[in-house]
């Protein structure tokens, strides 16, 4: 009953790669950029460090942060030759942006990006509208200048200077991490005369999966542009200047608005309880006329009645074209004399989709209507859309308004004391892996978790705010929250068990005999929460902590009555790539680290790679993501 | 405080003096008996009560289905003093039920029941210990309620049953001791007690017995209160999936349960079809059924839905030792729907309990759910709403009942005897009134045992009274009915009976269940009176307006609106559980059409309710005529286009 946004529609078709195969893509540049198989960024090591060893190398002039090549033997940045990334090593003399070769206007783009610790860069819409890219892990209060952030420029006439705009929030990953990025772009307008008419927008900007910009314009360049000025189109450019950044996975959709307009709309409306269209076009219609748009505001009756709507569409250029028609009751949808749409039930309340392959002309079209239950109003909506036109809207306002009853989300923060929470909790966002006995733990630091119960795990960590819990308690509800930030889901089984062999899998679930929640206790000092179970006899105690400035978790299993049977594993992690990093910590898929307290062995159990640990008394281990 | 009591003596004079003229004038409402107190609360603090426990220093202790647990300090507004909260809990996951018991408090959370200990002294609890944990797929239905603990010590717990995917309908149990009650021993252990629920919201416990209320849905005809004893099956098949488990003290399997008796999923055109209401069917009935499946367990007493309650909630018994009034040792029942309080007593008949259910007070601002006592003999009133819709239509609270000393004209108590029903008043009758047939109304009626939402009454008989026998005392009258049907509800009305200061009964029809006539001496012939006067009380006035072509005014259709429970859900011009009628009539049915959807209602076409309702063939036709004409002339806009 909402309409349907642009980048809803859009995610229907597949973005268009651009091949990191090669650096076809691109403008030539001195160097710094190239293509690669694989790297791996030492979190330990911050590209500045680096300056105090190597000569000092000078490039005052700029404006944002230094940096200089990166050195020997400290190496933040390594990789192995192949293909599909696309890096940028930068040093005083190759620090080339990389421009494509390609211009666009209205774009949706996403990627992914990997910075070293320190590093700075950023992606040009246009090669003019910067997004900010830069090693913000940690930052609680991030700025225009953190990663995501529109960047400011540098002008001083006051006409022309544009301030920038922080991002919502800070979903930001510790340096070395993949992390994802997804802009949808539209360009400025002009008219005739080439005056700007609309200012260019950032329709949405995710980061890691959070919205970090929400239809914001941009009525100006920001710092660094390719050229200081606006226009049409534009090429992406990456900054190339400031540190090493790695980017993978780059795709993009070009869009543009859709040309397709409907004509010499007229309608028909009729009066009674019609079970389908045949008798329309038999009856005396109770009136007619012609309207410029369609609508529904041309039916009289609230109920009961039938409305026959025809018209021409006119089709720019030759193209599959989909057609959104929503509408209140049965409908029939002919267009140059097919048959497209047919629901005669004019008690239903429907979006039919349909796609037809054109040729640039103009096509007749029909749309027959009828509805006879009294709960929904008269609607309707026909929007035609390409994969690369955003849907127009061929109705009046009116004849499809959004909802008057919108929800108001139910946010829960955290005050001065940590906030437990007890809710289902979809693993991954997906309901079939639903955990049924978690809790989310809210901590003031603004560093998150959810523990599942039912298995003594550590399930989801994530900074920024705590939870959503709209979903559980708006109307009946549905028992869960989701959390708000980037969450970095773990794994789901049963962390803790005895294992036969260093290469049996862990349990999902232990029986009920063999496992047993026994809650949890609040520690007096922090307000913290300490989790209790007994697995097969032993009483495990696990405590959770922010740890690190709270940019990560620490987890301590202890238990209580060790004694001395052996086999005992527990796992930390898991995933289809654990690399050892120089620090002694883990990379699991690059997605997030972990650092044991005790020495961990990776090994691969039904195809995928696990890291665990045996239990010789106490587990302790850090999640850095 | 010389103000304050200057008040007071002057409203009491005031209402002294108003009861003595409103009882003459036979214009006695609740109110004058039991008054609702509405408990304030702080402008944050959001009372959508899920548990009420009262602790031995008297605080009220609210749990909440935001997940908190509150204490509140000075609960009854003593003194004029506002009450004090203190979040005792939090974060607990959608809480349906509190207890307290030796200095803990008890929850059960949706998956789990867990102990609220405060170990250091500060008044918050600073331990949640799982006594124990039960799996749950994730569906929003699988709430769970309780605990209610036992003499012993163990906790009672019981658990709504899921729904299907594509079968939205269909209870289904995804999950061990779905639609189950659990027993949970202080150790932690699980014994299976009985299934058979579907949506177990309501647990009493009553000198150590367990009993449960359900509420209408699929396989669950009405609303009623049953006796759950160890190895009950009280209906919905659901829970029948785990009766294999080693320690199930339920042995009926599912296999065996639809042999017997036809679930009706049937797919068309590939998909599931809703079961509907069959009107022309010789339908099961649960006592048929139990002849079958001899553990199925039938409901003590029926709370006939629409009329005592849509949502049946909390089952708590008077131990006030008189200080809420003459209804000592009887049981109340709270409705979320209904907003309202229902009064049940019950009695042995050959080795059952059995027995008979009133309406008691309503006018709650939001749904009833939970309800305790407090020191002072008050009942504490949990109320929410949200997501449920309920006549109250505020969306949640706390309230509290407070006896006002009166005794109101009530039947205490209903009795099956051998012939009739044995009815005892709080006051004493007026035996002309009460020696006259005339004044007692009355029919029997059942519900069907069937897969379908709801369940229409049917077999619907008038009660023939014989003849009346008043005691010497005028607090007894026993009534001879010689057309007793067994398992049938009996609905007995006093339109004509009068206290001797002439105060009609002021909720004069009472529902028995009688499940069992026991045996014993019948009455003799010439102890009864048979006296039958013409005038007492003439139907209503509904006939006399029925060759009318004008629609009916609301004066005369209102009995019909009371008569057929249509009210218990529908309001003239408020949204309550259903549609106003104002918004009904906005749809312009045609009248034979809003006949149709009274006997086979399509919830869908109202989608903004939560509640779907039940179908209500039994409605007559010309009665459901004149209520369609009656809420079409409700619609003042224009007639509909030429």
């Known amino acids: 009953m909402v309409l349907l946004s642009a980048c809803a529609y859009a995610q229907e078709t597949p973005l268009k790669v651009i091949s990191l195969d090669d650096l ?46 990166v050195a020997e033997p400290l190496k933040a940045v390594t990789f192995v030759a192949g293909k599909g990334i696309l890096l940028n090593i930068n040093d005083e003399v190759k620090k080339d942006h990389i421009i494509t070769t390609f211009e666009h206007g209205d774009i949706e783009l996403e990627l992914e990006v990997m910075l070293p610790k320190g590093s700075n860069s950023g992606i040009y819409l246009q090669g003019r509208y910067e997004v900010q890219l830069l090693d913000s892990w940690g930052v609680k209060n991030p700025k225009y200048s953190d990663i ?29 991490l993949w992390q994802t990025l997804k802009i949808s772009f539209q360009a400025p307008r002009f008219d005739a005369a080439g005056k700007k008419i609309a200012n260019a927008r950032f329709e949405y900007v995710e980061l890691n999966g959070v919205r970090i910009h929400d239809n914001v314009e941009v009525p100006l360049p920001t710092g660094g542009p390719v050229e200081n000025n606006e226009k049409p189109t534009g090429p992406i450019m990456i900054q190339g200047d400031h540190g090493p950044v790695a980017i993978r996975n780059f795709r993009y959709r070009l869009m543009e608005e859709s040309k397709v307009t409907a004509s010499e709309i007229t309608y028909k409306t009729y009066s009674g309880e019609f079970q389908d269209v045949s008798s329309l076009s038999t009856l005396k219609p109770v009136k007619t006329g012609t309207t410029p748009q369609l609508t529904a505001e041309i039916i009289d009756d609230e109920n009961n009645y039938g409305v026959v709507y025809s018209g021409s569409i006119t089709i720019p250029v030759d193209d599959t074209y989909q057609f959104v028609l929503a509408t209140t009751g049965g409908t029939v949808m002919k267009l140059n004399g097919e048959t497209i749409i047919d629901l005669q039930r004019g008690d239903v309340w429907r979006t039919h989709k349909v796609s037809r392959k054109l040729s640039a002309g103009t096509y007749p079209f029909e749309i027959l209507n009828f509805k006879t239950a009294s709960w929904m109003p008269p609607r309707l909506r026909l929007a035609v859309s390409t994969p690369s036109t955003y849907p127009k809207e061929l109705q009046a306002f009116n004849s499809y308004p959004p909802s008057d009853n919108p929800t108001s989300p139910i946010l829960i923060g955290v005050g001065n004391e940590p906030r437990l929470l007890r809710a289902f909790v979809d693993f991954k966002g997906d309901r079939n892996q639903r955990l049924t006995h978690s809790i989310g733990v809210g901590d003031p630091s603004g560093t998150h978790y959810v523990y599942d119960m039912e298995t003594g795990n550590l399930a989801c960590v994530w900074r920024g705010q705590f939870v959503d819990a709209t979903p559980m308690w708006h109307d009946r509800g549905d028992g869960s929250f989701k959390p708000r930030g980037a969450a970095q889901f773990t794994f789901m089984n049963q962390p803790l068990a005895f ?42 105690e696990d405590k959770i902590y922010p740890d690190d400035q709270d940019r ?14 052996t086999g005992l594993y527990y796992k930390l992690a898991e995933g289809s790539s654990i690399i050892t990093l120089p620090d002694g910590s883990y ?14 062995t990776v090994r691969e159990v039904n195809g995928k790679k696990e890291l665990v640990v045996v239990v010789e008394s106490n587990v302790k281990y850090t999640i850095i993501w | 405080m010389v103000m304050n009591k200057r008040i007071k003596n002057f409203i009491a004079v005031v209402v002294f003096q108003s009861i003595f003229s409103l009882a003459v004038a036979q214009g006695v409402t609740e109110d004058d008996y039991y008054r609702i107190v509405t408990i304030p609360a702080p402008e944050n603090v959001l009372l959508e009560v899920g548990g009420v426990a009262t602790l031995p220093d008297g ?22 003093h506002t009450p004090t909260y203190t979040l005792f809990a939090s974060g607990l996951h959608e809480p349906l039920g509190l207890a307290y018991k030796d200095g803990s408090l008890y929850a059960a959370q949706r998956g789990e029941l867990t102990k609220l200990s405060d170990t250091n002294g500060d008044g918050k609890a600073d331990v949640y210990e799982t006594v124990y944990a039960w799996p749950i797929s994730g569906h929003y239905h699988e709430y769970s309620f309780g605990p209610k603990i036992d003499p012993a010590g163990n906790f009672f717990v019981s658990g709504n049953v ?21 027993k949970i021993h202080p150790d932690g252990t699980l014994e299976p007690w009985a299934t058979g629920m579907r949506s177990p919201c309501g647990l009493g416990m009553i000198d150590g017995e367990l009993f449960y209320d359900d509420n209408q849905g699929d396989w669950m005809g009405s609303g009623g209160i049953w006796h759950v004893k160890k190895g009950s099956f009280t209906g919905h098949p659901a829970g029948l999936k785990w009766t294999g488990v080693p320690n199930s003290p339920v042995k009926l399997t599912e296999e065996q349960f639809l042999a017997k008796i036809d679930e009706r999923k049937v797919k068309k055109n590939g998909q599931y079809v809703k079961p509907e209401n069959i009107v022309d069917e010789k339908p099961n009935f649960l006592y048929t059924m139990k002849k079958e499946f001899p553990e199925l367990t039938l409901p003590s007493v029926w709370l006939p839905h629409g009329i005592l309650g849509i949502s049946n909630s909390e089952i708590i018994r008077d131990e006030t030792a008189g200080k809420f009034g003459p209804f000592v040792g009887q049981i109340f029942v709270g409705d979320q729907g209904q907003s309202k309080i229902m009064r049940v007593v019950m009695e042995e008949v050959k080795g059952e309990l059995q027995g008979v259910a009133f309406d008691f007070k309503s006018g709650f601002q939001s749904g009833v759910l939970r309800m305790n006592w407090g020191h002072d003999g008050s009942l504490f009133v949990g109320e929410t709403n949200r997501g449920w819709g309920s006549a109250g239509t505020t969306n949640s609270g706390l309230q509290m009942l407070k006896w006002t000393g009166k005794v109101p004209m009530e039947m205490k108590t209903v009795r099956a005897m051998p012939d009739g029903f044995e009815i005892e008043f709080t006051r004493p009758v007026e035996k002309s009134k009460a020696e006259d047939l005339a004044s007692y109304a009355g029919r029997s009626f059942i519900y069907k045992y069937h897969p379908v939402y709801g369940s229409p009454t049917v077999n619907e008989e008038k009660l023939n009274f014989k003849g009346v026998k008043v005691s010497a005392d005028g607090m007894k009258v026993r009534i001879v009915i010689d057309n007793l049907r067994q398992y049938y509800l009996h609905e007995i009305s006093l339109p004509g009976i009068r206290s001797t200061d002439g105060s009609s009964v002021l909720h004069p029809t009472a529902y028995y269940t009688l499940n069992n006539i026991p045996d014993g001496v019948k009455l003799l012939p010439s102890e009864l009176s048979t006296k039958r006067s013409v005038s007492a009380i003439k139907a209503t006035p509904v006939k006399t307006t029925a060759t009318k072509s004008k629609a009916p005014t609301y004066a005369e259709i209102e009995p019909l609106l009371v008569k057929n429970t249509c009210t218990a859900c529908h309001n003239v011009s408020k949204r309550q559980v259903g549609p106003a009628f104002t918004d009904i009539a906005k749809r312009k049915y045609a009248n034979e059409r809003i006949v149709q959807l009274i006997y086979n209602p399509e919830p869908k076409n109202w989608p903004e309710h939560e509640t779907p309702m039940a179908p209500m063939p039994q409605v007559p036709r010309g ?20």
């Open chain 1, 148 to 176: 995501g952030g529109i960047y400011r420029n540098w002008e001083t006439d006051p006409a022309k200077i544009y301030m920038g705009k922080a991002p919502l929030s800070n979903p930001a990953k510790a340096p070395g």
């Open chain 1, 587 to 600: 990379a699991i898929d690059k997605q997030f680290y972990i650092k044991s307290g005790t020495p961990a």
């Open chain 1, 499 to 540: 294992l036969s062999s260093p290469i049996q899998a862990f349990p999902a679930m232990s029986k009920e005999s063999e496992f047993r929640t026994k809650g949890y206790a609040i520690e007096e000092s922090t307000g913290r929460p300490v989790f209790k179970y007994v697995y097969q006899g032993l009483e495990v």
């Open chain 1, 552 to 565: 990560s978790i620490t987890h301590e299993v202890v238990i209580k009555n060790r004694g001395t049977k």
């Open chain 1, 24 to 69: 076809s893509f691109f403008k030539p540049q001195t160097g710094n950029w190239q293509i690669v198989g694989d790297v791996t960024m030492n979190p330990g090591i911050d590209i500045h460090q680096q300056v105090i060893k190597a000569p000092a190398g000078a490039d005052k002039k700029n404006k944002k942060s230094k940096t200089v090549p």
């Open chain 2, 59 to 80: 605080r009220i202790a609210l749990c909440t289905r935001r997940g908190d647990v509150w204490v509140i300090e000075n609960p009854g507004n003593e003194n004029n």
């Open chain 2, 162 to 182: 899921a729904f299907g995917d594509e079968e939205w309908w269909r209870g289904e149990s995804k999950r061990p001791m779905r639609g189950w009650v659990m």
């Open chain 2, 623 to 642: 009665e459901a005529l004149k209520i369609a004409a009656w809420i079409n002339s409700l619609n003042k806009e224009a007639a509909p286009n030429p």
